[in-house]
T-cell receptor, first 115, second 116 residues
Framework: GENVEQHPSTLSVQEGDSAVIKCTYS??????FPWYKQELGKRPQLIID?????GEKKDQRIAVTLNKTAKHFSLHITETQPEDSAVYFC??????????????FGQGTTLQVKP | DAEITQSPRHKITETGRQVTLACHQT?????MFWYRQDLGHGLRLIHY???????NKGEVSDGYSVSRSNTEDLPLTLESAASSQTSVYFC???????????????FGNGTRLTVT
């Protein structure tokens, strides 16, 4: 089955700097890669996702890149702000006719943005 | 508004007791999932269902069971609670998809379970 590894486990940056979180996956058939943000005591919420037919996707200060050959994908946050402080999870899934969206998550990265 | 509700929010139980965590969604989603969240392990899949009467084991299913008798509910049962099952449990749901539709997960607020 799918296995997702996420690094680093903790990341501390200065406000305004960029943050990068990296994930690798094992199943080359996986084709959907979402990222979730979880604030303290809250539920995880989707912030951005990418499909395997796209190499990069951007939404304001957040971008995700995907390298299918190497089976890794990354989350990039630019101009970080204190409200970006949270736990971030990557995930991988196979979407298709028989598998309808089971997500396997990475271990999570705790991002701290210092003012 | 559609939502996904978990109950209880907090539960303390003793080792060996049977415990059931409730999950109810009004999205009319076919897919429902149970995850547990532990520090250093992220979100690990326990059981999941793609529709009524369908259940499947996830990564860490030992000691847990689910049943799906209707679209809205997927209760999670711990047959005989163990201290290793102390965790935060999240229920989630998503639409079925065929082909190229995205299918984001909608999470409940979680249940914090302590087994003493």
């Amino acid at each position: 089955g799918e296995n997702v590894e996420q690094h680093p486990s903790t990341l501390s940056v200065q406000e305004g700097d960029s943050a990068v979180i990296k994930c690798t996956y094992s199943d080359s058939a996986s084709n959907y890669f979402p990222w979730y943000k979880q604030e303290l005591g809250k539920r995880p919420q989707l912030i951005i996702d990418i499909r395997s037919n796209v190499g990069e996707k951007k939404d304001q200060r957040i971008a995700v890149t995907l390298n299918k050959t190497a089976k890794h994908f990354s989350l990039h946050i630019t101009e970080t702000q204190p409200e970006d402080s949270a736990v971030y999870f990557c995930a991988a899934s196979l979407l298709g006719s028989s598998n309808t969206g089971k997500l396997i998550f990475g271990q999570g990265t705790t991002l701290q943005v210092k003012p | 508004d559609a939502e996904i509700t978990q109950s209880p929010r907090h539960k303390i139980t003793e080792t060996g007791r049977q415990v059931t965590l409730a999950c109810h969604q009004t999205w009319n989603h076919n897919n429902m999932f149970w995850y547990r969240q532990d520090l250093g392990h992220g979100l690990r899949l326990i059981h999941y269902s793609y529709g009524v009467q369908d259940t499947n084991k996830g990564e860490v299913s030992d000691g847990y069971s689910v049943s799906r008798s209707n679209t809205e509910d997927l209760p999670l049962t711990l047959e005989s609670a163990a201290s290793s099952q102390t965790s935060v449990y999240f229920c989630a749901s998503s639409e079925s998809n065929r082909g190229t539709l995205n299918s984001p997960l909608h999470f409940g607020n979680g249940t914090r379970l302590t087994v003493t």
